[in-house]
């Protein structure tokens, strides 16, 4: 009898240690999930002429460059509409800014 409490409470006390490395290992996963912001030094970004605040644009520099467009309204940006920084197409595995810009801007259809 003795031997199959001291299993239960093995299984028990196992039960309890697993559930407590849940909320851990949940919390990893969700600090994991947020990529690196683009450095305006990133080589992409300074091929592209990304500004992290498209109201920093050189107009005379990007003459393409129009004060309604923003990453917020281009076609290569994903994610969540309202989240300050997303993931866009030409940056693989890095997040802009929404009020960013660069020289391929495409109107969201
Ligand atoms: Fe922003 Fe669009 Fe350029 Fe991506 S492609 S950085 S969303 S303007």
């Not at 990893?28 to 683009?38: F, R």
């Not at 129009?66 to 917020?72: E, N």
Request: glycine fraction near 6%; aromatic fraction near 6%.
């Amino acid at each position: 009898m003795s031997d199959i409490l001291s299993r239960r409470d093995a299984l028990k006390n196992l039960a309890l240690a697993a559930g407590a490395l849940a909320v851990p290992v949940s919390r990893i996963a969700g600090a994991a999930a947020e990529a690196p912001h683009v450095a305006a030094t990133d080589p992409t970004a300074v091929a592209l002429g990304y500004h992290e605040d498209a109201k920093t644009v050189d107009v005379k520099k990007f003459v393409t460059y129009k004060p309604d467009q923003s990453c917020a309204n281009c076609l290569q940006l994903q994610g969540k509409a309202g989240d300050a920084w997303r993931p866009c197409n030409l940056f693989p595995g890095k997040l802009v800014s929404e009020k960013g810009w660069c020289k391929v801007w495409v109107k969201k259809a």
